[in-house]
């Protein structure tokens, strides 16, 4: 027969299985939630800049006024060269007044 201090021992590492049975759980969770929202955020932002594309395709907005905005935007260089915009140059640092 199993002294009270086994049972407890017992008991104790059980208590820790599960709690980290719990953990990874809820981290399950975290991560699938955080998947979700990052498919909703590229859903969302296919869908304005289909939105966007089709009233310029249409006239309804001018496609200088979108480049533009896009030329103001984007700065990675493969990112410009989709829409035929000028690469930007690195900005040097200003030298320090003394």
Not at 31 to 50: H, M, P
Request: glycine share 2%; net charge positive.
């Amino acid at each position: 027969m199993a002294t009270i201090e086994e049972r407890i021992a017992a008991l104790e590492a059980k208590l820790k299985q599960e709690k980290a049975k719990k953990q990874q759980i809820e981290a399950r969770k975290r991560a699938a939630e955080s998947k979700a929202k990052r498919s909703q955020d590229t859903r969302r932002k296919i869908l304005v800049g289909a939105a966007i594309l089709a009233k310029v395709e249409r006239g309804e907005w001018p496609q200088d006024k979108l480049l533009a905005l896009l030329d103001a935007s984007l700065t990675r260089a493969d990112d410009r060269a989709l829409f035929d915009l000028p690469a930007v140059q690195p900005q040097q640092p200003a030298p320090a007044q003394a």
